[in-house]
Nanobody
Framework: QARLLESGGGLVQAGGSLRLSCATSGINFRLYAVAWYHQAPGEERELVAR???????EYVDSVKGRFSISRDNIRSRSFLQMNNLKREDTGVYFC?????????WGRGTSVTVSE
């Protein structure tokens, strides 16, 4: 059974940094793309960044130059380095993998950016 567990969220001042981690189990991690989604309070969940199995990355325009997605295939983890955080980055961040024809989500980790 695939499991994803996010960690690393917290309270940070605007301009600060956080590094989110997504630990996975139950899947052959290296074979699959991993994505991070952001859900702001009262809003829909939106894609923030994605990394393919080969390491190619893509980002939504609002985080380009500030966020960096990476993966560690040995430890079956993905990371989201978030720099120069803004208030609009506040919300819950979810890790996502589509494996074995199914969508797999973690429970999310909460990020609050204060002025």
């Amino acid at each position: 059974q695939a499991r994803l567990l996010e960690s690393g969220g917290g309270l940070v001042q605007a301009g600060g940094s956080l590094r989110l981690s997504c630990a996975t189990s139950g899947i052959n991690f290296r074979l699959y793309a991993v994505a991070w989604y952001h859900q702001a309070p009262g809003e829909e969940r939106e894609l923030v960044a994605r990394i393919t199995s080969g390491g190619d990355t893509e980002y939504v325009d609002s985080v380009k130059g500030r966020f960096s997605i990476s993966r560690d295939n040995i430890r079956s983890r993905s990371f989201l380095q978030m720099n120069n955080l803004k208030r609009e980055d506040t919300g819950v961040y979810f890790c996502f993998v589509n494996a074995y024809g199914r969508d797999h989500w973690g429970r999310g980790t909460s990020v609050t950016v204060s002025e």
